[in-house]
Nanobody
């Protein structure tokens, strides 16, 4: 049974930083692609960043150079470090996991991910 629990969200001023964490159970990072998605009110869910079993990462153009993604396998935790935050980064952020090649081939496509956390809110003002 896969369980993903996000934490670390909050309110921050523009230009600030936050680090989100996704603690995973029932998931081995050696077998699962992991990703962060976000959804703002009235907008579609969008892929933000992903990390795959071979360590490759992908980022949305809107966050390149500002966000980084990392894993701590010992803690089974995925992180999203968000720097230089902008008001347009305001959204609910979700952690997602997927086994198989689909997520590897389309790393920021939500349809490729079948396991989701409940989300953590990020507000930038």
């Amino acid at each position: 049974h896969v369980q993903l629990v996000e934490s670390g969200g909050g309110s921050v001023q523009a230009g600030g930083s936050l680090r989100l964490a996704c603690t995973a159970s029932g998931v081995a990072f050696t077998h699962y692609s992991m990703a962060w998605f976000r959804q703002a009110p009235g907008k579609e869910r969008e892929g933000v960043a992903s990390m795959h079993t071979d360590g490759t990462t992908s980022f949305a153009d809107s966050v390149k150079g500002r966000f980084t993604v990392s894993q701590d396998s010992g803690k089974n935790t995925l992180y999203l470090q968000m720097n230089s935050l902008k008001p347009e980064d305001t959204a609910m952020y979700y952690c997602a996991a997927a086994a198989g090649l689909g997520a590897y081939m389309s790393p920021l496509m939500s349809d490729e991910y079948h396991n989701w956390g409940q989300g953590t809110q990020v507000t930038v003002s």
